[in-house]
Each structure stands twice: as structure tokens, then as C-alpha cells.
């Protein structure tokens, strides 16, 4: 499946790594690409492995609001 996400709180290049860094790793992400810029988070991901839930959550746990 493939989502985009609004994600408040992304200033800088630092940012999208960040939140790249904390999704990639996760079972089922099978690309994550942040932009700051537009605010916006491309996940590409199995939902049958990742639940939507999931990947707010970590968003979340990184500083950032999903929205």
C-alpha cells in the first residue's frame, strides 16, 4: 500500500531523516520518503505487517503530528 501523510512539526533535512531513519527499520516498509517542505510523508508499506496505526505512532514518538 502505498500512503501520503501530512506530518507537522518537520523543519529541516534533519527532520526527514529522522522519521525515515525510525520507519525504515519497521517489518512490512518497503520505502519511507519525507519532505519537510511540503510536510508530507511517502510511505510505501504491507498493510497485512504495518498497521496505519503504527506508522502514526512512531511519527509521534519522533516529535511530529501526523495529520
Known amino acids: 500500500m502505498k500512503s501520503t501523510i501530512t506530518v507537522k512539526g518537520m523543519k529541516c533535512g534533519g527532520c526527514e531523516t529522522n522519521l ?3 520507519l525504515l527499520p519497521l517489518a512490512g ?3 519511507a520518503k519525507a519532505n519537510a517542505k511540503s510536510s508530507l510523508l511517502e510511505i510505501e508499506y504491507d498493510e497485512n505487517v ?7 505512532q512512531v511519527i509521534v514518538e519522533k516529535g511530529f503530528q501526523p495529520g
Open 29 to 31: 516498509v518497503v520505502s
Open 50 to 56: 504495518l498497521s496505519a496505526e503504527r506508522i502514526n
Open 20 to 22: 525515515q531513519n525510525a
